[in-house]
Structures are given as C-alpha cells and as structure tokens.
C-alpha cells in the first residue's frame, strides 16, 4: 500500500488523501459498527462510544485474520459536531489504544441521527490484506 501525498500539499492530521494498491490480496468490507456494547447498551458520551466502536472493528479484523493496519477507508457518520470535537482528547486515546499509527482516508459526516437513537457514531470501514 502507497499512501498518496502530493509534495505540495501539508500532511493532513488523522488521515491520508488517497491510498494505492499495486498487489493482490482480499477486501473487507465492515458494515457500520456504532459505540453500541455486546448487550446493546450504549454509554452517554461520544468518547467512549467511539472507543467501543473502534474495538468492535478491530474485533471484525481479526475474525477475517486482519488488523488495523489493513484499514484502508473510515467513513465516520456523527451526531454532533460539538461533541465530536469536545470530545477530542478521549478519541485520540481510543484511536492510538486500537489503530496505533493508522491513518487511513477518511470522511466524517454529521448527520441528524442514527438508527439507534442512543448511538452518536457509526462507522465503515474497507480493508484490505496483501497476498502472502
């Protein structure tokens, strides 16, 4: 995998413009995982939501033999900006306990709601693991 980063352009923080493939390999495809606990609870904060959502996706990976660092897309859908950015420090945490150093492209998207209406994040992700 080639991180995509034009010379010109700053480096963006949490993330990458763009990544190629040049090799063959399998493609996971995560249907949005919320900050939703194993029996459905969901705790009050954005912070711990995304903590649980990132664990569930980490849990998915390894089910296909896959780790974050396959991660190669995250499309985040949130339901409050101002949450989302008070609650900063607690994601950056949850990220590096469960993603390490991955930033793969991403987007984040504020939307009015989800499903669930205690769920305050949801998110996809696309991976993809090279051939041995």
């Not at 995304?50 to 949130?78: D, F, M, N, Q, S």
């Not at 607690?90 to 987007?107: D, H, M, Q, V």
Request: proline share 6%; no cysteine; hydrophobic share 40%.
């Amino acid at each position: 995998m080639r991180i995509l980063q034009p010379a010109e352009w700053s480096r963006p923080r949490g993330f990458s413009h763009g990544v190629e493939f040049s090799s063959p390999g399998r493609w996971i495809v995560l249907a949005g995982q919320t900050g939703g606990d194993g029996k459905g609870d969901y705790a009050p904060d954005m912070a711990t939501q995304v903590a649980t959502a990132l664990r569930r996706i980490t849990k998915l990976l390894a089910e296909a033999g896959a780790g974050p660092e396959h991660i190669v897309r995250l499309t985040w859908y949130l339901t409050s900006r101002n949450e989302y950015e008070s609650a900063g420090a607690g994601i950056a945490s949850a990220w590096k306990e469960t993603l390490g150093r991955n930033f793969p492209p991403s987007t984040l998207l504020y939307i009015d709601g989800l499903v669930d209406a205690r769920a305050k994040v949801e998110i996809e992700v696309t991976a993809f693991v090279p051939a041995a």
